[in-house]
């Protein structure tokens, strides 16, 4: 099959021609009206794209900057808790101390003075049972005075006496 040029340029149709040169136009026209405002698009998009991966980059970076921050923040404030909770400790055994340290005194207080009034009961009692012996012993002088002294009514009145001393004892006690 040998086929010569000639023959080929000679024996090409009007038609085909025409459709070549149709194609080729089609052509122009499709890079010029479609495919240069399609890559402009494609481009336009490529870079939001690439501005976009760029920006989710940085907030990623950003989230990470603020999770590194927060750590640290939560750490601090552990610190801070843990610190306000040992101060708030001490203060309490302060203030149980203190309370026990109150509490001591105010019983030795308590203590003393009831001590005091006891002492001071106690003597007023000695008093009181002084004066009555003494009265007791007056008025049993007035009557073995007021008497003749004999021996029987002697032992009977100092009974008596004994009796009575006995019975005032009992009502100064009570």
Do not use: C
């Not at 240069?36 to 989230?63: T, W, Y």
């Not at 207080?109 to 001590?115: H, T």
């Amino acid at each position: 099959m040998s086929v010569e040029w000639g023959k080929i340029v000679t024996s090409i149709n009007p038609t085909l021609a025409f459709g070549v040169v149709n194609f080729v136009i089609l052509l122009y026209l499709l890079k010029r009206l479609l495919f240069k405002p399609a890559l402009e698009f494609l481009d336009r998009r490529r870079e939001q794209i690439a501005a976009r991966i760029k920006s989710a980059r940085q907030s990623e970076l950003q989230a990470q900057q603020l999770v590194l921050e927060r750590d640290s923040e939560l750490k601090q404030a552990h610190v801070r808790a843990e610190g306000i909770i040992e101060a708030a400790q001490r203060e309490a055994e302060a203030a149980i101390t203190r309370a026990k340290d109150f509490a001591k005194n105010e019983a030795a207080k308590i203590l003393s003075d009831g001590k005091h009034r006891l002492e001071q009961e106690r003597d007023r009692m000695i008093h009181d049972l002084r004066e009555a012996y003494a009265e007791i012993a007056i008025l049993g002088a007035e009557r073995v005075l007021n008497r003749e002294i004999r021996i029987d009514d002697h032992r009977r009145l100092l009974d008596q006496l004994l009796e009575e001393i006995n019975e005032e004892t009992l009502r100064i006690q009570s």
